[in-house]
């Protein structure tokens, strides 16, 4: 969120004479070619690459508008996209200053900056433009209005959010004086750049998004997050299923029921979780024989379903080794890339549940029951995990993982519910390369039994 302290007049006037133009003259821009995500480089004072030029993101609209909520909905869902985005937030508008920082961030193989600020005059804008024109970058402009309601909620939502950060600050003074300071905007025009114009309301009926000039995967992913109508409050429910049968044996996949200590577990997840507004599993029976005890209206999902593991379907650590010793190694070399034959990988699962956070992220009071890798690429979404770091989130069985937003970041909380289970965490072994010995390679298998305990005939 940007700041609140308001600019003086003096310092509008001297922002807007830096801003008149940019070149190489000022310093903000050198001669070196820019290097770009993928590590390309680009002539500079060229047509922007539609494939590889980076991208700047300018947040237009006056105070309240939810600007800050939208610019990082915007760099969460990219990052986790594995693309490198950052917020730049400004109080009034982007600086040269601002440009020197964001060109560090592209010459560091960055390839998306959105700022975070009001830009309410078309001069104020120019900056930017020329900027992207300079270094052969995209542009687009995001424009923010909604209602009186709107602004109100949003203000009030605000108001709480830096009450936590200073309370001897009169905040609702401060912002009140914002507003009125703040408090005509010039319409972007259809000159300037791409433009995605968002009527921001939390009534899904109400929020409207029109787009103009809009290329490209990149932004048109940027458009598809802020067709959602921004919702600020959220609470969500995350656990896997209850121990299952496979889980004792350390086998992984299949479709196998739940255990004693599982069904126990489904019991105990029905007090600690009674009222979920939505209940979504996967289409496996572990998930849904998880959540059978939980009223409210549910739906089996094929996006939930656990990772295919292919030709390892139902294999313990120690069979795939056996079996397919060098698949097992390349797989611990790179978990976030590898996919299992005739199966998938964690990109592929990253993919395969991006409707179903575009989906959470439009709703609150979710109950989700799935596997260990599909909660892994939903957690990190909520955690900000890096997508090479996504295949060693530690999601435990038996656990409900409950996730709240705090402003436009979210808190997540792991509250065990004490019904003793395997562990199934595995961390990447030392020793990753194809000829190491089985030692080497299993060094990390959580324990397990290796087959049923036998049944005793009196």
């Not at 024109?133 to 602004?151: G, P």
């Not at 596997?371 to 990190?380: E, F, S, T």
Request: glycine letters at 6%.
């Amino acid at each position: 969120m940007a700041p609140i302290a308001t600019v003086c007049e003096e310092q509008q006037s001297a922002s807007s004479a830096e801003m008149s133009s940019v070149d190489a003259s000022n310093g903000l821009v050198d001669d070196s070619p820019l290097t770009v995500s993928g590590g390309h480089q680009m002539a500079r004072s060229t047509m922007p690459c539609v494939l590889s030029a980076p991208l700047v993101v300018t947040l237009v609209g006056l105070p309240c508008r939810g600007k800050s909520f939208a610019a990082h909905r915007i760099s969460r869902h990219l990052n986790w996209k594995g693309e490198s985005a950052k917020v730049f937030s400004v109080d009034e508008a982007a600086t040269p200053e601002t440009m020197k920082e964001i060109l560090a961030h592209f010459q560091s193989g960055s390839s998306v900056a959105i700022i975070d600020g009001m830009h309410l005059t078309r001069q104020s804008r120019q900056i930017i433009t020329a900027f992207c024109n300079e270094t052969s970058s995209h542009h687009i402009l995001v424009e923010i209005t909604c209602d009186d309601a709107e602004v109100a909620d949003n203000m009030e939502r605000t108001l709480k959010f830096y009450e936590k950060t200073d309370k001897n600050i009169d905040w609702r003074h401060t912002i009140e004086e914002k507003m009125l300071h703040y408090g005509v905007l010039e319409p972007c025009s259809p000159l300037e750049a791409p433009l995605i114009a968002v009527n921001a309301s939390s009534n899904p009926i109400l929020h409207s998004v029109t787009a103009r000039g809009i290329q490209g995967a990149l932004q048109t992913t940027i458009l598809g997050v802020l067709a959602s109508p921004l919702i600020k409050d959220h609470i969500f429910y995350f656990t896997r299923h209850g121990e299952s049968k496979f889980n004792m044996m350390g086998r992984i996949g299949g479709d196998s029921g739940l255990s004693e200590r599982g069904s126990k577990y489904a019991e105990r997840l029905a007090v600690a979780c009674p009222a979920p507004k939505l209940i979504w599993t996967s289409e496996l029976e572990r998930t849904i024989a998880t959540a059978r005890a939980i009223p409210g209206p549910r739906t089996a999902l094929r996006e939930l379903n656990e990772i295919n593991a292919g030709i390892c379907e139902g294999l313990t650590y120690e069979e795939i080794q056996e079996r397919f010793p060098q698949e097992f190694a390349w797989r611990d070399q790179d978990k976030l890339k590898y996919r299992y034959p005739h199966g998938e990988s964690y990109l592929d699962l990253l993919q395969r549940v991006d409707n179903v956070v575009q989906g959470l992220i439009t709703a609150s009071e979710v109950l989700v029951v799935s596997h260990q890798a599909v909660l892994r690429c939903i957690m990190a979404y909520f955690m900000g995990t890096t997508p090479e770091d996504v295949p060693y989130i530690n999601v435990p069985l038996h656990t409900l993982l409950i996730v709240r937003s705090n402003g436009y970041d979210f808190q997540v909380e792991p509250v065990p519910l004490k019904i003793e289970c395997v562990d199934t965490y595995r961390v990447q072994p030392k020793n990753c390369s194809p000829g190491r010995t089985d030692a080497d390679a299993l060094q990390t298998v959580p324990a397990h039994f290796d087959a049923p305990l036998p049944q005793v005939i009196n």
